[in-house]
Every structure is written in structure tokens, then in C-alpha cells.
T-cell receptor, first 109, second 113 residues
Framework: GQNIDQPTEMTATEGAIVQINCTYQ??????LFWYQQHAGEAPTFLSY????GLEEKGRFSSFLSRSKGYSYLLLKELQMKDSASYLC??????????FGDGTTLTVKP | GAGVSQTPSNKVTEKGKYVELRCDPI?????LYWYRQSLGQGPEFLIY????????DSGLPNDRFFAVRPEGSVSTLKIQRTERGDSAVYLC???????????FGQGTRLTVV
């Protein structure tokens, strides 16, 4: 099976940078997704990493280390609208994604 | 339609009743996933279709749960003899193919009373 760990909650200040970590243990690893989910809404795709290294996309970046079973999502220039749950999901070579329980980020003025 | 559509958006049913939840994926997406999500938790995998066949149904909690996708497009999740513990938001997602990002519907909030 899979084991995916993320911090439950984080708080940061508007304009700051925050890093949300995800560690995982899985067999048949085939990539890692990050999704954003606002309260009462569906998850929306943020990033996908399959190779080691950093993927940058605007204010959001995601990093993967396959050998360490570790990823992080980096959010820069935080805005109030970034307050949401951030979900780490591991894709296996069987074609399905398994989600962590998410990190609830609160951005304060 | 532009996105994944799920109906109904809300369903309240009595314990022991049968319910059907419908998912209309994005046109042309071959992969379809069902998840359920309880408050404060991440989506829990239920079943994954590639085309018409269930590629992985290992997440279905027991034999009260069943899902079909007879023509490789619309899918229905069926729950028999509902129990209060089945109450959750049931999310459907589709992908152009497996191993790519998933596009989620708004979910069906099921409440069993």
C-alpha cells in the first residue's frame, strides 16, 4: 500500500513564502501531483513531478526527490486567496492516484 | 460540457435505501475515477475505469458498492443498503488517459440519515 504524510495545518503571512512538505512510501511510483482545494470545492491541479528536481510555474513550484520519497510545494508572494487545502497525491504505475489528507494553509494579513 | 458533471449535487437518503450517483466526464477522457472524501481528509480512492472496464476496484469498501461505465463515458456509482458511515462527498474525476492530471467534478454530497 501507500503511506503519504503531510502536515495537517500551516499558517503564513500575506506576501511571504511557504513550503508544504509531503513524504511518501509506495511501490510502483510513477509521479506525484499537487492539488489545491478550497473549502467546499473540488480539487484543482497545480503541478506534476515525475523526475527529480524543481518544476516552477509562476508563484508555485514543486520539488521531488524519488530516492528520499519526498516532495514539497513552494508558494511565493502569498495572497489571501491562497488559503486552501493542498493535497499531495502519489501516482502509481497501475494508473491510480492516492491522496494524502492535505495541508490546510491559512494566509493572514 | 466544459467540465466533469456530477448529479445530484446533494442526496439525502434513509439508512438501508439504494442510491445511484452519476458522473459525466469530459468528452474524450478515457480514464475515470471515483473517490470519496470526508471532512478533514483527502480523497479516498474507490475505483478507476480505463474505457469501459474497471482497471482497479480495490478501493470499494465492500460489496454494497458497485460502479459501471457501460459505454466508456458516463459512469454510475451504486450503493446498496446505505449506512450512516457512507455519508461523505463522492468525487468523480476524469483524465485524457491514465498517468495524467485529473479533472474533478464538484461532487455529490451524500447524507444517510
Amino acid at each position: 500500500g501507500q503511506n503519504i504524510d503531510q502536515p495537517t495545518e500551516m499558517t503564513a503571512t500575506e506576501g511571504a513564502i511557504v513550503q508544504i512538505n509531503c513524504t511518501y512510501q509506495t511501490s510502483g511510483f510513477n509521479g506525484l501531483f499537487w492539488y489545491q482545494q478550497h473549502a467546499g470545492e473540488a480539487p484543482t491541479f497545480l503541478s506534476y513531478n515525475v523526475l527529480d528536481g524543481l518544476e516552477e510555474k509562476g508563484r508555485f513550484s514543486s520539488f521531488l526527490s524519488r530516492s528520499k520519497g519526498y516532495s514539497y510545494l513552494l508558494l511565493k508572494e502569498l495572497q489571501m486567496k491562497d488559503s486552501a487545502s493542498y493535497l499531495c497525491a502519489v501516482l502509481t504505475n497501475a494508473g491510480k492516484s492516492t491522496f494524502g489528507d492535505g495541508t490546510t494553509l491559512t494566509v493572514k494579513p | 460540457g466544459a467540465g466533469v458533471s456530477q448529479t445530484p449535487s446533494n442526496k439525502v437518503t434513509e439508512k438501508g435505501k439504494y442510491v445511484e450517483l452519476r458522473c459525466d466526464p469530459i468528452s474524450g477522457h478515457t480514464a475515470l475515477y471515483w473517490y470519496r472524501q470526508s471532512l478533514g481528509q483527502g480523497p479516498e480512492f474507490l475505483i478507476y475505469f480505463q474505457g469501459t472496464g474497471a482497471a482497479d476496484d480495490s478501493g470499494l469498501p465492500n460489496d454494497r458498492f458497485f460502479a459501471v461505465r457501460p459505454e466508456g463515458s458516463v459512469s454510475t456509482l451504486k450503493i446498496q443498503r446505505t449506512e450512516r458511515g457512507d455519508s461523505a462527498v463522492y468525487l468523480c474525476a476524469s483524465s485524457p488517459r491514465s498517468n495524467t492530471e485529473a479533472f474533478f467534478g464538484q461532487g455529490t454530497r451524500l447524507t444517510v440519515v
